[in-house]
């Protein structure tokens, strides 16, 4: 048990071509219950914003989607994107998850879990984005070379370029 809270900003532009500013804030929750299981909440929001011009380079940008979001979307395809589907970024993001854990066997645990996250093509504007979601299921292996998470994630709220029958994440180590 136990929870992790975390706020930062970032500033580029000094000496550089892209003048940007950025402000984060991320946070999680995890407590232990009966049964040597563990109920986990994760959030975070993020924005970035120029400080000159009006413009943020899409290398700057936000996006979800991947393991350690959005786990039922593919890598950063969650948010702004143009009319062929191709992933434009955006200026704020929000997600938020929670996932319950349990033992199965000896270093063998599943996972289930729901994410939720928007990203917004505009800096500050948490709500200025479209909504997708995942529901899914997973296992956290604990390896002599080290923690492997498998996750299976099947979207439930979804943009027409992001419908899809779901999506395999695999990531080493702990998510905390």
Not at 27 to 52: C, H, K, N, V, W
Not at 117 to 137: C, E, F, I, M, Q
Request: glycine share 18%; net charge negative; no cysteine.
């Amino acid at each position: 048990k136990g929870h992790k809270v975390e706020f930062g900003g970032t500033y580029s532009g000094l000496g550089g071509d892209v003048d940007v500013f950025g402000l984060n804030f991320a946070g999680s929750q995890y407590i232990s219950l009966p049964g040597d299981t563990i109920l986990s909440f994760e959030g975070a929001i993020r924005t970035i914003d120029p400080t000159s011009g009006d413009t943020v380079p899409i290398f700057e940008r936000l996006f979800l989607g991947g393991a350690n979001n959005l786990r039922g979307f593919d890598y950063r395809e969650v948010g702004p994107k143009d009319e062929t589907g191709e992933p434009l970024g955006g200026r704020t993001s929000a997600y938020f998850t929670v996932e319950y854990t349990f033992p199965i066997i000896e270093k063998v645990r599943g996972a289930v879990f729901y994410d939720v996250g928007a990203v917004s093509g505009d800096a500050y504007d948490v709500g200025g984005g479209d909504v997708n979601s995942n529901v899914g299921v997973g296992l956290r292996l604990f390896l002599p070379v080290g923690p492997i998470r498998v996750d299976f994630g099947v979207p439930v709220q979804s943009d027409e370029f992001n419908d899809s029958g779901g999506r395999f994440q695999f990531n080493l180590g702990y998510k905390f």
